[in-house]
């Protein structure tokens, strides 16, 4: 069974930091990953990609985030990080993380919720 569990969410104050983790299991699925990444989705708002990294390495940042995160894909341990700097309250969602494989279908987490405020 495909399991995508996150931790790290929380409330943090305007500039503060975060950092999220997504631990992947079930043997079959994960060795067929090839892309990990983050999606968040605010209020009245579609899910938008944050950031994503691929098995060779390669990363992408939704603008918006550009010099403030940082994804850290392990692929070896199935898991994707992603480290938030300079929060901001228009960060404030619910994050998602999410997964594709060569020969299966993607996979999304349960989401956890970060909540940027004073």
């Known amino acids: 069974q495909v399991q995508l569990v996150e931790s790290g969410g929380g409330l943090v104050q305007p500039g503060g930091s975060l950092r999220l983790s997504c631990v992947v299991s079930?043997?079959?699925?994960?060795?067929?990953?090839?892309?990990m990444g983050w999606y968040r989705q605010a209020p009245g708002e579609e899910r938008e990609l944050v950031a994503a990294?691929?098995?060779?390495?390669?990363?992408n940042y939704a603008d918006s985030v550009k010099g403030r995160f940082t994804i850290l894909g392990d692929f070896a341990k199935n898991t994707v990080y992603l480290q938030m700097n300079s929060l901001k309250t228009e960060d404030t969602a619910v994050y998602y993380c999410h997964t594709r494989s060569t020969s299966y279908p993607p996979r999304w987490g349960q989401g956890t919720q970060v909540t940027v405020s004073s």
């Open positions: 079930g043997s079959t699925y994960t060795s067929t990953i090839n892309v």
């Open positions: 990294v691929t098995s060779g390495g390669a990363r």
